[in-house]
């Protein structure tokens, strides 16, 4: 896999913690980054597949037994007893 270097600017706090997790985690900075970029964009992907699977089914609608034909009238359905 080809690798890029980059350049981050981060708070001091925030690295001081980073490089605490990730020696306790027997990691680098830069895996410990990676892991935690993959895991955000893989979640990211998954939510958008099962959006668009959603909205597909919805678009498709659900069949409900009546073949598209309700036999009950609306006033029928909303009668107060």
Do not use: C, W, Y
């Not at 925030?14 to 990730?22: D, G, I, P, R, Y």
């Not at 895991?39 to 919805?58: D, G, H, I």
């Amino acid at each position: 896999m080809e690798r890029q270097n980059i350049t981050l600017a981060l708070p001091k706090s925030l690295l001081k913690k980073a490089k605490s997790v990730a020696a306790s985690e027997d990691k680098s900075i830069s895996q410990l980054l990676k892991e935690t970029l993959e895991k955000r964009l893989r979640t990211e992907t998954n939510f958008k597949s099962a959006k668009r699977r959603q909205l597909a089914l919805m678009k498709q609608g659900f069949d409900l037994g009546t073949k598209g034909h309700i036999k009950a009238t609306r006033e029928a359905l909303h009668e107060r007893r």
